[in-house]
């Protein structure tokens, strides 16, 4: 398992980085992310079994109907925030996004709904033609380079501010504050304020938004779209007991705080085949405050509702080397296998050997990495050929408006 590293600065961005490597820290200490064991025997041995286990699992291709992968290996989604003060993608990000076209397929950076559902300084929306086109422009480069990419649909609900908002309080499932070190505005770094609950008749039009995203998404060329229902964004503020206070049939009940996300996957799924909808949800995570003592029913719930619409797949950020809650014991992919019978997608501090291990024990069918794929554009080419990984990003470079820096200029293994 390899970690990674801050450098200190002071630019709102790297303080965003910051905080992100707090959390890392902080679960870092006393959880192990995940068992680094390789198996026994000598360099030989262990070489002719990782050959043997390479032909078998991750870098295998994977079909579902139409959808037709070359391997396994997914690129996660990953906030870069490149896409200007405009939200408007790019040249830049069609060049990143193509540099990391042999993966399995590419789930893109998280990408806003409406303007309500901003929270993030210069990451992309998919709420206007000129962002549509901008998006156009990337997944027409990922086709001529061979590759694939859903886009993932993304509201932030609390974990925003008034200053996104001219003055207006950001919206969440209840008025609960995220306790928290605070966050980037465009006016500075401020402290996070009570959101405003929405009102009942309000949903129905946040819903809307997510059909109109997912409509110019298809508009713009992408394979599918992935629904951002982690890492205590909107959807998971109304999953979780923690976040959702309400009384109405959006809580109260697991089935009801259920209702919001199943509402959204219905209205994505009628601008899309199913088959090219998912679902993303982090059931231990701990970033941005989250975490409900019930959350192993609360997924469970989620996962059997899920199971109905016949998704492309539900991805579980299982891993928990970005904080776990400990609120009980954590939920494994072999959890939601026992419910959810479409394809399983893992996520969160995989390595080859544990995501080979993950697809060939039955518990995945295909993994997603991030961080690696920040540092290693050619990370399916590294890990066929058993290449070494390139050194950690700098953590400053991850979201900072750095331009190519951090960000396009890292070299393919066999040029390095
Ligand atoms: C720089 C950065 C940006 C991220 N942005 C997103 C995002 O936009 N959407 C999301 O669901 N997760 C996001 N994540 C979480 C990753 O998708 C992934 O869950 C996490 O990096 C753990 O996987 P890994 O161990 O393979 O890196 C981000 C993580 C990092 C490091």
């Given amino acids: 398992m390899w970690m990674t590293h801050a450098r200190g600065g002071s630019s709102g961005t790297a303080a965003q980085a910051a905080a992100f490597l707090a959390t890392v820290q902080r679960s870092a200490s006393g959880i192990p992310c995940r068992p680094a064991g390789r198996a026994g025997g000598g360099p030989l041995y262990l070489g002719l079994m990782l050959t043997a286990s390479r032909a078998a699992g991750l870098l295998q291709p994977f079909q579902r109907d139409d959808f037709t992968l070359p391997n396994r290996v997914v690129m996660a989604p990953l906030t870069r925030g490149r896409a200007g003060k405009e939200r408007i993608p790019n040249r830049l990000m069609a060049e ?16 806003t709904i409406s303007e309500q559902a901003n929270g993030w300084l210069e990451s992309p929306g998919i709420y206007t033609d000129a962002m549509q086109a901008g998006w156009a422009d990337v997944t027409a480069a990922v086709h001529t380079a061979g590759g694939r990419i859903f886009l993932q649909l993304w509201h932030q609900g609390r974990a925003s501010h008034s200053d996104f908002h001219g003055g207006s309080l950001p919206v969440s499932a ?15 770094k401020k402290p996070y304020e009570t959101p405003r609950a929405l009102e009942a008749w309000e949903i129905a039009a946040v819903v809307a938004d997510y059909g109109r995203a997912a409509a110019r998404a298809r508009a713009a060329g992408f394979d599918g779209v992935e629904i951002h229902a982690a890492n205590g964004y909107l959807i998971d503020q109304f999953l979780q007991s923690k976040t959702n206070h309400r009384t109405d049939d959006y809580g109260g009940s697991i089935e009801k705080r259920t209702r919001f996300l199943r509402e959204v996957v219905e209205a994505v799924a009628a601008e899309w085949p199913a088959g090219r909808v998912a679902v993303r949800i982090s059931p231990n995570g701990v970033f941005n405050d989250m975490g409900s003592p019930n959350f192993r029913e609360q997924f469970t719930h989620v996962a059997t509702m899920l199971d109905r619409h016949d998704l ?10 970005f904080g776990f809650h400990k609120l009980g014991e954590p939920m494994t992919l072999a959890d939601f296998r026992r419910v959810f019978r479409g394809p399983l997608m893992g996520n969160c501090g995989y390595d080859f050997e544990s995501a080979e291990r993950a697809i060939a024990e039955g518990h995945a069918d295909l ?21 070494p990984l390139a050194k950690p990003a700098d953590m400053a470079a991850w979201y900072a408006p750095t331009g190519a820096v951090g960000y396009t200029d890292f070299s393919p293994h066999a040029i390095s």
């Fill in 174 to 188: 209840s008025a609960v504050r995220i306790d928290g070190d605070g966050i980037q505005t465009p006016l500075g």
């Fill in 96 to 111: 990143y996004y193509v540099q990391r076209a042999s993966a399995g397929f590419i789930i893109s950076e998280a990408t």
């Fill in 367 to 387: 993994i997603a990495f991030g961080r690696p794929f920040i540092s290693n554009p050619d990370l399916v080419a590294r890990f066929r050929n058993g290449w």
């Fill in 312 to 321: 492309a797949y539900l991805h579980v950020v299982d891993g928990l080397a």
